[in-house]
């Protein structure tokens, strides 16, 4: 199983952000808000309130992980 932080994705497509504008939002490469959204990096307690603050929405609806099957599994 895979975790995916979808309400991140979603957030950002309602706000007509790309991955390189949060990215730059979190003063982060492309490649490493990828891993975090993907849940292979941990998100910073900064990285976390400045998203919250950014799209004006709570930890628990933001960071609800998604979990993808993987597939042969």
Known sequence: MKEYYANIEKERI?????RADVAK???MSNDYLSKKIRGIRFWTIEDIETLCKHYDKDYYY???KTI???EGV
């Open 14 to 18: 309602i706000h007509g952000e790309t």
């Open 68 to 70: 993808i099957p993987q």
């Open 62 to 64: 933001l960071f609800e």
């Open 25 to 27: 939002l979190l003063d």
